[in-house]
């Protein structure tokens, strides 16, 4: 459903971190696809939306943007997928954005408890915050609503470095074997940074010296910015279309995953310029704090990104992705929308390929 809120015209109700404004497609090389080809989705059926999926106890777990986000289980990727439950009996206890439906949820597991990472944002602005809620349950039922992990825009720690200039949205943990614990977060603006937490995962390590890495941003901006941006909502210096970072581990590289493009308020009559859509990029480091640099030798923190899965035949704007192991091997899972059925919100499906890597690279399989 589109709103039109003043500034922008918005894809909100389900919303995700989409940045949903109306942007002028426009001849940009860096934003061509290089005619590359692309197995199909594996198709599960199942409408989601920034799934994060997590395999426990032999059932997979698939957490979505929804109210107070959803959680379904299947015995496989491929599914049936049943809804279960929520992950909150409530809106979050965060003040800010979409309480009632958090977006971008990203769950990870240590020693027997679950941390489920979410996002309170208004689409098209940066007055955001990373919330975190816990349950010894990867299912429904059990968990607490611990609130604030960082935040952007206003509110207390906002107006420190990098929070002053990012926007506190599609946050997702790094646990390293040795116990250290890294979280990525951003999208638009100034791109992706990670913090490492505190021993509790409830907190960066220090609430006043965040000693976040700068690790992937868009330098071109994807269209003008909208005449009535400020350093809140919009962005004066127009839409850096980077976002949904995930980093997954396959020894000897850490793999900073993101989305780059359009993701939403996609409109059949006027869509973006062949390659401004969604798409899924990767860079690699040894080091998880980066520098990461992709496939070119282009570091993410200046526009690099070598791209793993993007649209082809009805697959459309894939993105929101994460990385799962099942039996040794590496499965993509990402939303898409499929193009002969419908390019709405909340009809995007999806979808997943496992990895194979070549040098040290993923590459999307059938
Ligand atoms: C992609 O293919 C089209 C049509 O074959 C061609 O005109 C274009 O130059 C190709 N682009 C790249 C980046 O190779
Ligand atoms: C962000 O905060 C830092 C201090 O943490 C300051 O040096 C910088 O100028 C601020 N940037 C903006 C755009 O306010
Ligand atoms: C774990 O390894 C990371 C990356 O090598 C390092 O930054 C961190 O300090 C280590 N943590 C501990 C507790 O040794
Ligand atoms: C704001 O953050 C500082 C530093 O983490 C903390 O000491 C203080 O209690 C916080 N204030 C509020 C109102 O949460
Ligand atoms: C898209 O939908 C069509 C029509 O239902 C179906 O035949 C096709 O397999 C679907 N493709 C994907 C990738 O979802």
Request: proline content about 8%.
């Given at each position: 459903?589109?709103?039109?809120?003043?500034?922008?015209?918005?894809?909100?109700?389900?919303?995700?971190?989409?940045?949903?404004?109306?942007?002028?497609?426009?001849?940009?090389?860096?934003?061509?696809?290089?005619?590359?080809?692309?197995?199909?989705?594996?198709?599960?059926?199942?409408?989601?939306?920034?799934?994060?999926?997590?395999?426990?106890?032999?059932?997979?777990?698939?957490?979505?943007?929804?109210?107070?986000?959803?959680?379904?289980?299947?015995?496989?990727?491929?599914?049936?997928?049943?809804?279960?439950?929520?992950?909150?009996?409530?809106?979050?206890?965060?003040?800010?954005?979409?309480?009632?439906?958090?977006?971008?949820?990203?769950?990870?597991?240590?020693?027997?408890?679950?941390?489920c990472y979410y996002s309170v944002s208004k689409a098209g602005c940066r007055d955001s915050a990373v919330g975190v809620a816990t349950s010894k349950s990867p299912g429904p039922g059990s968990w607490v609503d611990h609130g604030i992990v960082i935040q952007t825009g206003t509110g207390n720690g906002s107006e420190i470095a990098p929070y002053n200039v990012s926007n506190a949205i599609d946050p997702a943990t790094l646990i390293l074997a040795n116990g250290s614990s890294f979280m990525t977060f951003g999208s638009y603006w100034t791109g992706i940074y990670q913090i490492p937490l505190s021993k509790t995962l409830l907190s960066p390590a220090s609430t006043t010296h965040p000693a976040a890495q700068h690790l992937a941003y868009e330098p071109k901006a994807q269209g003008p910015p909208n005449p009535q941006a400020d350093s809140i909502c919009g962005d004066p210096t127009g839409p850096h279309a980077i976002e949904g970072a995930y980093t997954s581990y396959r020894d000897p590289y850490y793999y900073l995953w993101f989305s780059r493009g359009r993701c939403c308020d996609l409109d059949r009559g006027a869509l973006p310029a062949e390659g401004a859509e969604y798409s899924i990029r990767v860079g690699r480091s040894e080091d998880p704090q980066g520098p990461y640099f992709d496939k070119a030798g282009h570091d993410l923190v200046d526009g690099g990104g070598t791209i793993i899965y993007g649209s082809n035949a009805q697959t459309y704007a894939p993105g929101g992705q994460g990385v799962?192991?099942?039996?040794?091997?590496?499965?993509?899972?990402?939303?898409?929308?499929?193009?002969?059925?419908?390019?709405?919100f909340s009809d995007a499906l999806l979808g997943f390929n496992p990895l194979k890597y070549v040098n040290g690279w993923p590459v999307a399989q059938a």
């Amino acid at each position: 459903m589109l709103l039109r809120l003043g500034l922008f015209s918005l894809a909100l109700v389900t919303s995700s971190h989409c940045f949903g404004t109306h942007i002028e497609p426009r001849p940009n090389l860096l934003w061509i696809n290089a005619n590359q080809t692309f197995p199909p989705s594996r198709q599960t059926h199942q409408h989601t939306h920034d799934p994060s999926i997590i395999l426990a106890h032999d059932t997979f777990y698939l957490y979505n943007v929804g109210e107070h986000i959803v959680i379904h289980t299947a015995p496989s990727l491929a599914g049936p997928w049943t809804r279960v439950g929520t992950v909150l009996d409530a809106n979050s206890v965060i003040p800010k954005g979409d309480r009632a439906a958090p977006w971008a949820p990203t769950v990870v597991s240590l020693d027997g408890t679950y941390y489920c990472y979410y996002s309170v944002s208004k689409a098209g602005c940066r007055d955001s915050a990373v919330g975190v809620a816990t349950s010894k349950s990867p299912g429904p039922g059990s968990w607490v609503d611990h609130g604030i992990v960082i935040q952007t825009g206003t509110g207390n720690g906002s107006e420190i470095a990098p929070y002053n200039v990012s926007n506190a949205i599609d946050p997702a943990t790094l646990i390293l074997a040795n116990g250290s614990s890294f979280m990525t977060f951003g999208s638009y603006w100034t791109g992706i940074y990670q913090i490492p937490l505190s021993k509790t995962l409830l907190s960066p390590a220090s609430t006043t010296h965040p000693a976040a890495q700068h690790l992937a941003y868009e330098p071109k901006a994807q269209g003008p910015p909208n005449p009535q941006a400020d350093s809140i909502c919009g962005d004066p210096t127009g839409p850096h279309a980077i976002e949904g970072a995930y980093t997954s581990y396959r020894d000897p590289y850490y793999y900073l995953w993101f989305s780059r493009g359009r993701c939403c308020d996609l409109d059949r009559g006027a869509l973006p310029a062949e390659g401004a859509e969604y798409s899924i990029r990767v860079g690699r480091s040894e080091d998880p704090q980066g520098p990461y640099f992709d496939k070119a030798g282009h570091d993410l923190v200046d526009g690099g990104g070598t791209i793993i899965y993007g649209s082809n035949a009805q697959t459309y704007a894939p993105g929101g992705q994460g990385v799962v192991q099942v039996d040794g091997t590496d499965y993509l899972y990402y939303h898409y929308q499929n193009k002969s059925v419908s390019l709405s919100f909340s009809d995007a499906l999806l979808g997943f390929n496992p990895l194979k890597y070549v040098n040290g690279w993923p590459v999307a399989q059938a």
